[in-house]
Protein backbone atom coordinates (compact mmCIF):
# COMPACT_ATOMS: atom_id res chain seq x y z
CA UNK A 1 0.00 0.00 0.00
CA UNK A 2 1.39 3.42 -0.71
CA UNK A 3 2.31 5.52 1.45
CA UNK A 4 2.12 3.21 4.77
CA UNK A 5 5.85 3.19 4.90
CA UNK A 6 5.85 6.90 5.46
CA UNK A 7 3.39 6.87 7.51
CA UNK A 8 5.06 4.29 9.89
CA UNK A 9 8.03 6.55 9.73
CA UNK A 10 6.07 9.44 10.82
CA UNK A 11 4.81 8.15 13.88
CA UNK A 12 7.90 6.60 15.18
CA UNK A 13 9.56 10.24 14.40
CA UNK A 14 6.64 11.80 16.11
CA UNK A 15 6.95 9.28 19.34
CA UNK A 16 10.85 9.89 19.37
CA UNK A 17 10.22 14.03 19.94
CA UNK A 18 7.79 13.27 22.42
CA UNK A 19 9.78 10.84 24.58
CA UNK A 20 12.63 13.29 23.98
CA UNK A 21 10.93 16.15 25.65
CA UNK A 22 9.75 14.06 27.99
CA UNK A 23 13.28 12.91 29.21
CA UNK A 24 14.88 16.46 28.98
CA UNK A 25 17.22 14.88 26.09
CA UNK A 26 16.50 17.79 23.63
CA UNK A 27 14.70 21.45 24.27
CA UNK A 28 11.09 22.20 24.37
CA UNK A 29 12.06 24.02 20.83
CA UNK A 30 13.89 20.81 19.28
CA UNK A 31 11.02 18.40 19.89
CA UNK A 32 8.45 20.47 18.89
CA UNK A 33 10.33 21.08 15.39
CA UNK A 34 10.76 17.36 15.15
CA UNK A 35 7.20 16.48 16.03
CA UNK A 36 6.16 18.83 13.46
CA UNK A 37 8.06 17.15 11.17
CA UNK A 38 6.74 13.56 11.93
CA UNK A 39 3.78 14.51 12.05
CA UNK A 40 4.29 16.32 8.34
CA UNK A 41 5.60 13.08 7.31
CA UNK A 42 2.58 10.88 8.60
CA UNK A 43 -0.11 13.69 6.80
CA UNK A 44 2.04 12.92 3.29
CA UNK A 45 1.94 9.05 3.71
CA UNK A 46 -1.86 9.36 4.75
CA UNK A 47 -2.44 11.92 1.82
CA UNK A 48 -0.96 8.95 -0.56
CA UNK A 49 -2.77 6.34 0.55
CA UNK A 50 -6.10 7.97 -0.06
CA UNK A 51 -4.98 8.97 -3.50
CA UNK A 52 -6.51 6.05 -6.11
Known amino acids: MK ?3 RTIVGLLITFG ?3 G ?3 D ?3 LL ?3 MMALVGLAVM ?3 VA ?3 RR
Open 21 to 23: IET
Open 17 to 19: AVG
Open 43 to 45: ASG
Open 3 to 5: GSI
Open 30 to 32: QGT
Open 48 to 50: AMN
Open 25 to 27: SAT
